[in-house]
């Protein structure tokens, strides 16, 4: 399930790229989210949100179904769980299989699953995003519509107000994009939270406590410096002399502004 | 539990031990050849008999054999035995060496047989002392030879000037003649050490005639004198006789005293001579042979003739081994230099360089002679007093007419069959020490092997659990078929078996929270879809509230639960990298001030760098563990101490706290999975006893090691842990 790793490349880069979806101005109405989800009850609560939320909702139980139903129309949003009915890993497959659909089209992993194997396997699927159950319904609502904030605003002028300016760092709080110089940095939604919750106090420790609330999760401590290895390395990937974040054993993370040189 | 007394002689040693009953092999064998060495003795014993039986036979009933013309019975020393000899003489050499061969045929003259002639009427009384001699006779080549050891005290040669020839020292001889069948008496009486000039006289030592058929040699040797002669046979008739006339006063020169073979003046009193009965010698001859000494004697144990020497009489013929087949060296060496010298300490090598004592003289003595001459055969052994050798000799008698004439003996050494068995012991002692190196060595290599295998296999059982009793190795099933392979194999099985059952506990926190999972997501979604749809009544949002308490903290629980696991499975795929442990713990413990604002920390680091491999992620997780464990059990308003030193090359990182100090059992417990020793009543926040199983599973990941101890003075407890330093 690795062996797709080349072809698609992070997720995050190909939404800005994306046309076809942004270039129609899509109601809110209309949106249609895919859940697929093998616990019944568990799909329908997400669905009764979400269509609480106003969007429609389709649910599906197993890969074969979505499958179907995906060859026919593609959602604009799909969640999916990894474990599918008597498939393992049913979602990864099911999550290649989209990207290969649409580069653009956002894709969250909702599952059970907390370790970081998966975590990494997911995201380099081409997720956008990797969410534990333990997640509450609202954090996943504004997930949700942050995602598709950043599909709406992908075209416009980046607003001024909405800039958050460090150094070469760029945040685009809007789009929730990240720039370093003038390279966009292929950051998921909860990454983006994390680097802005850092960043917007350059110097001030954040403690993974601070970090969990701002990124709107709930995980433990390890899974946060994996969050957070997993930043740096995208950043290092646009940059190799990135090292603005910094480990504060003991307490948490900060940000520093790298010197002005740099520039 | 009752320890069973360690039993020092392990499977090596007594295998060994059983082995050494091999042993008995070689001694079975021993007793064998000598079985078999009885065997071939009485094989010898009867041969031998049969021997003296056989020539028995041809020489009973044949008693002309054994007395030539006259039945006067043999007196002892009075007749003369003609010994047959077999090479020449000579009787110019002034010594008796060349008679060596024969000396043992010799006879003893003394005062026993002194004579009264009318030269000396009265027997004085010092006799004992002054004169004997010893004499023996024999012919060779139509002459008879003899030779005299006469000791004399004091030696008186005739004068120079005296015609007379019996007034000095001198040897007579009397005989009677052949041809005339008359006494003829000859008389040596030498000036000085010189060839004899022998003299016939009358019956008064008158008419000196020189007798030139009478030749010899007289000298004097340190006790007296001794002479040499020659008389050609055909002078002599039935009798001979010497005597010996010792004068010892060379002033008077009276005869003192007469030493002689039998009365030399009478003819009818003159001893017989006893030639070589040449009838006897023939069939002697003829079973002369068979590796054996043959002798015959007559009634009175004078030997007549004897064939073949004692000391190749061996009895058995030894066929020498063939020295053609090529031997190796080093054997050689080995058989001379060690085998032979620790062998003949157990067995007598017999040697041939024997003498028998009781063959020097001219009689045969012993119990079975007598035996035979009273009719009766007989064998007996006899050993040599001045070696290790064993002579067997049978005797039978000579009949004529219901009368003994004498016997037939027969003797052989035995050191044939001795020599014999020695060389099968030999190489029986060979074989079996080849044999028994080679068992012994099989043995012990076996016993080793299987010893070994034991061990290694107990090496391997004691190092599957470790101290806190978890499965760390598995053992590598044998691929050997035997009993020791099924052993290991049933053990391999069984530790996989125990590998999975613990690897099942040990993920059961983490399976069971992952299986918790969605039950308790269905129950949180619904709760707060509830939440979101419900209109805001206040007695269902309190209870909402709760649910949703509940749900928290069973979802810290099982996060909780999860937690080792995932951090192993992260451990797996980290790099460690060189940093400073020092500056890690350091900006941790500036952290925990800011954490836990109301307990103090003191800080003990070294000045300068510590540097070990690791994640610092992870030693700041292990120190967040620790602290929190220390904090947590910590008396109010007491300080907690972090303390970080290099010690030799490694560094030792320690967290005390003073608080309740820890039973002894949970020491070692303390670190492993769910383990915990707080009190019921202080669980304010669920707890499952990972911390520390945290903690330790982060320092073995860095390499180190984690122990907690009571502090001395039982206030508290120290935590501490072991890393080693970064090396390049």
């Given amino acids: ?263 | 539990m009752f320890l069973p007394f360690k039993n020092p002689f392990g499977i090596r040693f007594k295998l060994v031990f059983l082995s050494s009953f091999l042993l008995i092999i070689p001694w079975l064998g021993y007793q064998y050849i000598l079985e078999m060495e009885d065997y071939l003795r009485r094989g010898q014993e009867r041969t031998v008999l049969g021997t003296a039986q056989a020539l028995a036979t041809a020489l009973n009933e044949r008693p002309e054999l054994f007395d030539e013309g006259t039945f006067s019975p043999a007196r002892y020393s009075e007749d003369l035995y003609v010994y047959p000899i077999f090479s020449p003489l000579s009787l110019d050499d002034g010594s008796l060496t060349d008679w060596r061969e024969y000396q043992q045929y010799e006879v003893n003259y003394d005062y026993e047989n002194f004579l009264q002639t009318p030269l000396n009427p009265i027997r004085p009384y010092d006799i004992e002392k002054s004169l004997s001699f010893k004499h023996m006779v024999g012919e060779f080549n139509g002459s008879l030879y003899a030779y005299f050891k006469v000791k004399d005290d004091r030696l008186v040669y005739r004068d120079r000037a005296s015609l007379s020839v019996h007034r000095s020292d001198f040897l007579q001889i009397s005989m009677l003649s052949r041809e005339s069948n008359q006494l003829n008496r000859y008389v040596i009486a030498p000036y000085e050490s010189e060839f004899l000039y022998p003299y016939r006289v009358g019956e008064d030592y008158s008419d000196p005639v020189y007798e030139q058929r009478i030749s010899g040699q007289w000298y004097e040797t340190d006790s007296g004198y001794e002479v040499e002669l020659r008389i050609p046979m055909e002078m002599l008739g039935e009798r001979l006789g010497f005597a010996i006339f010792d004068v010892d006063n060379p002033k008077t020169r009276s005869v003192h005293t007469v030493v002689a073979t039998s009365e030399v003046g009478d003819r009818e009193r003159l001893g017989s001579l006893r030639l070589p009965t040449p009838e006897i010698d023939r069939i002697v001859a003829g079973m002369g042979h068979n590796n054996s000494r043959i002798q015959v004697v007559d009634r009175s144990g004078r030997v007549l003739l004897s064939v073949g020497d004692i000391q190749t009489a061996t009895g058995l013929q030894l066929s020498t081994a063939d020295s053609d087949e090529p031997v190796n060296k080093y054997w050689h060496i080995l058989q001379d230099r060690i085998l032979d010298p620790l062998y003949y300490q157990i067995l007598s090598q017999p040697s041939n360089n024997f003498i028998d004592d009781l063959y020097s003289g001219v009689a045969r003595e012993g119990a079975h002679i007598d035996s035979a001459l009273d009719g009766v055969p007989r064998t007996q052994y006899r050993t040599l007093a001045d070696s290790e050798t064993r002579l067997l000799e049978a005797a039978h008698p000579i009949l004529a007419g219901g009368e003994v004439l004498g016997a037939t003996v027969v003797d052989q050494n035995m050191n044939g069959l001795r020599t014999f068995r020695n060389q099968a012991l030999e190489s029986l002692f060979n074989t079996m020490l080849a044999v028994m190196l080679l068992v012994a060595l099989g043995l012990f290599l076996f016993a080793s092997r299987i010893s070994s295998r034991i061990r290694a296999l107990r090496n391997q059982a004691e190092g599957i659990i470790d101290d806190t009793g978890r499965v760390k190795n598995t053992i590598i099933p044998s691929a050997n078929s035997d009993e020791i392979g099924d052993l290991a194999r049933s053990f391999s099985s069984i530790v996989e078996r125990l590998t999975q059952y613990t690897n099942y506990l040990q993920n059961m926190s983490s399976r069971l929270s992952h299986e918790l999972r969605t039950p308790v997501t269905v129950v949180r979604s619904s709760l707060e879809n509830l939440s979101m749809s419900e209109q805001k009544n206040s007695e269902a949002s309190v209870y909402l509230d709760r649910a949703e308490e509940g749900i928290k903290r069973l979802n810290l629980i099982l996060t909780n639960m999860s937690e080792a696991t995932r951090l192993e499975q992260m451990l797996q795929t980290s790099e460690k990298e060189k940093i400073d442990l020092c500056k890690v713990v350091d900006g941790c413990v500036e952290g925990y001030k800011l954490a836990y604002p109301s307990v103090r920390f003191i800080s003990d680091f070294p000045g300068q760098a510590l540097h070990v491999n690791g994640v610092p992620e992870y030693i700041a997780q292990l120190l967040d563990k620790l602290i929190a464990n220390a904090v947590e059990f910590s008396y109010p308003n007491q300080p907690i101490s972090v303390f970080c030193r290099a010690l030799r090359d490694h560094a030792v990182l320690k967290v005390r706290n003073a608080g309740p100090f820890l039973p002894e059992e949970m020491k070692d417990r303390l670190f492993d999975s769910m383990i915990s020793v707080r009190p019921q009543e202080k669980q304010q926040q669920p707890h499952l006893g990972m911390g520390l199983h945290i903690a330790r599973l982060i320092t073995e990941f860095h390499g180190g090691r984690i122990r907690a101890e009571n502090r001395p003075d039982r206030e508290g407890v120290i935590v501490t842990v072991v890393l080693p330093m970064f090396y390049k």
Wanted: aromatic share 8%; net charge negative.
């Fill in chain 1, 1 to 263: 399930m690795l062996s797709s790793l080349g072809q698609t490349q992070y997720s995050s880069a190909n939404l800005l790229s994306a046309k076809e979806l942004s270039n129609q101005p899509v109601d809110r109405m209309s949106r249609r989210i895919a859940i697929v989800e093998d616990e019944a009850a568990i799909r329908e609560n997400y669905a009764d949100v979400l269509r609480k939320q106003g969007y429609e909702v389709q649910t599906y139980a197993n890969r074969r179904d979505a499958m179907s139903a995906f060859d026919i129309r593609l959602p604009n949003l799909a969640i999916i769980d990894i474990g599918l009915e008597n498939e393992i890993d049913g979602g990864f497959t099911l999550c290649q299989t989209l990207r290969s659909m649409s580069d653009t089209l956002p894709i969250i992993f909702l599952t059970a699953r907390d370790n970081d194997f998966d975590t990494v396997s997911g995201l380099r699927m081409g997720a956008d995003d990797y969410l534990t159950k333990d997640i509450s319904l609202p954090h996943l609502t504004a997930r949700i519509a942050a995602l598709f904030r950043r599909l709406d605003v992908i075209d416009k002028p980046p607003s001024p107000e909405s800039l958050l300016q460090r150094g070469q760092l760029t945040l685009d709080v809007g789009r929730l994009t990240v720039q370093w110089g003038k390279q966009p940095v292929p950051l998921t939604v909860t990454e983006f939270w994390m680097v802005h919750a850092l960043a917007k106090y350059p110097g001030h420790v954040k403690s993974r406590q601070v970090l969990m609330q701002e990124s709107k999760i709930f995980v433990d401590g390890s899974t946060i410096t994996s969050h957070i290895k997993r930043v740096r390395r995208k950043f290092i990937q646009v940059d190799p002399e990135f090292d603005c974040i910094e480990t504060v054993y003991g307490m948490g993370y900060r940000w520093n502004s790298e010197p002005v040189l740099a520039e």
